[in-house]
């Protein structure tokens, strides 16, 4: 158990809706990551939260966003949801983000399945 | 930019086979290397890491060794076990700018036949 929390499990829904995906970092983490992995573009990192503010964007989407809250969880808003949009979401959480050194540690993920 | 290449997969081996899974790496900076587990249905754990050149990472019997000569990081176990089936990652945490993302290869599977 690596101490990061994510709901729900799995997430079934249609094209055109829009989910919102939660993450608990570890205790005392202040960064919070959120990775996507699909079949065809393997494990991508999306977006990076630091202590509440963005700290660094990757490969997300217009239609996706995050934020973190003032108690650290974390959220992922995807909308207009399409068909390539099913994959797993992981979060991630390390101390500070800042730091090569650091090891980020992982939930179990939330499988989203659009129809 | 930073990218990670992994060994094609699926490996199959037999119980007590000796694994090496290949990974090498191209970064601007230096680096830190991972190696994440993901077994069936699961998300993904830390297995080892290494975070400067010649650092050895162990964990569980598996090893590996931060080659900046050859730019590489190659997973290796002397023998394995059934338990040991799962997908396994090579990554990398280069900070730039403001993130220490992690970059992932594209994953290896391991099948460990009795």
């Known amino acids: 158990d690596s101490g990061v929390t994510q709901t729900p499990k799995h997430l079934i829904t249609a094209t055109g809706q829009r989910v919102t995906l939660r993450c608990s970092p570890r205790s005392g983490d202040l960064s919070v990551y959120w990775y996507q992995q699909s079949l065809d573009q393997g494990l991508q990192f999306l977006i990076q939260y630091y202590n509440g503010e963005e700290r660094a964007k990757g490969n997300i989407l217009e239609r996706f966003s995050a934020q973190q809250f003032p108690d650290l969880h974390s959220e992922l808003n995807l909308s207009s949801l399409e068909l390539g949009d099913s994959a797993l979401y992981f979060c991630?959480?390390?101390?500070?983000?800042?730091?090569?050194?650091?090891?980020?540690?992982f939930g179990p993920g939330t499988r989203l399945l659009v129809l | 930019g930073d990218s990670v290449t992994q060994m094609e997969g699926p490996v199959t081996l037999s119980e007590e086979a000796f694994l090496t899974i290949n990974c090498t790496y191209t970064a601007t900076g230096y680096p830190s290397l991972f190696w994440y587990v993901q077994y069936p249905g699961e998300g993904l754990q830390l297995l080892l890491k290494?975070?400067?050149?010649?650092d050895k990472g162990s964990n569980k019997g598996f090893e590996a060794t931060y080659r900046k000569e050859t730019t590489s990081f190659h997973l290796e176990k002397g023998s394995v076990q059934v338990s040991d089936s799962a997908v396994y990652f090579c990554a990398l945490s280069d900070y730039g700018g403001a993130t220490n993302k992690l970059i992932f290869g594209t994953g290896t599977l391991l099948a460990v036949q009795p």
């Open positions: 991630a959480s390390s101390a500070r983000g800042d730091g090569v050194r650091e090891t980020q540690y």
């Open positions: 290494a975070t400067k050149a010649d």
